[in-house]
């Protein structure tokens, strides 16, 4: 499924297209394989340390606070690990990457997020961020359960619906496929009809 938007609702705004993908946010649950109530670890942050300052620095100069969100994307053309999960970090409508999953991990989840895009959603968790510090330079990126709410969807109840909503598309479908088809043999009828009577007028003569 590529389903695309211009842009979309997230954190009480319109988040705006993710690179060539933009699909609806949803909230990782046990149906999906997700929900496991620990920190995940994301590794390889030094590399993006510009990435998450300035991350950071947005956090600090917003006065209205929020929720540091991070995105999971799967990168099976990745050419180090075609296993690869990366992670973005998300405030506001800015996106940054700060990492990767460890390897076992992205293995395992990979396929999840892999299913999720397919589904037409975003896989979001909760972020941290722990160091920044003239004695801790480096910053570490700690993942977490995100907080749900009465907007959170359940994915369960997302595929059901979706499933519905597909059967009922393809019944819609079908029916009108058939009464095409049946216009079709009742023109032809039609056709032949009138064929038949011009044929016996011509037999008669006139």
């Known amino acids: ?29 046990q149906a999906m394989g997700f929900t496991d ?6 590794v390889g942050e030094s590399r993006y ?4 300052l300035r991350i950071k620095a947005l956090m600090e100069a917003d006065e209205e606070g929020g929720t540091l969100f991070a995105q999971l994307i799967a990168e099976p053309l990745n050419e180090f ?6 992670v973005d970090l998300v405030w506001g409508y800015e996106r940054e990457t700060c990492g990767y ?10 396929p999840l997020v892999v299913q999720a895009a397919d589904d037409g959603l975003l896989v979001f968790r909760q972020a941290s961020l722990y160091g920044g510090t003239s004695e801790r330079p480096n ?7 995100p907080p749900t709410s009465e907007d959170s969807r359940d994915y369960a109840d997302f595929r059901a619906e979706r499933d519905a909503d597909n ?3 393809l019944a819609a479908a079908e029916r009108a496929a058939a009464t095409a088809r049946e216009h079709e043999v009742a023109k032809l009828a039609e ?3 009138v064929a038949e009577k011009r044929s016996i007028w011509k037999r008669l003569g006139f």
């Open 167 to 169: 059967r009922d598309r």
């Open 81 to 86: 690990d075609r296993h690869a999960v990366r």
């Open 49 to 52: 340390l510009d990435r998450i």
């Open 37 to 42: 109530g620990e920190e995940w670890e994301v």
């Open 191 to 193: 056709q032949d009809a």
């Open 101 to 110: 999953l460890p390897r076992e991990q992205a293995y395992r989840l990979q």
């Open 1 to 29: 499924m590529d389903a695309r938007f211009d842009r979309f609702p997230f954190q009480d705004g319109e988040f705006p297209p993710l690179g060539e993908k933009a699909y609806a946010p949803v909230v990782p649950v």
């Open 139 to 145: 910053i570490g990126v700690w993942l977490s359960p």
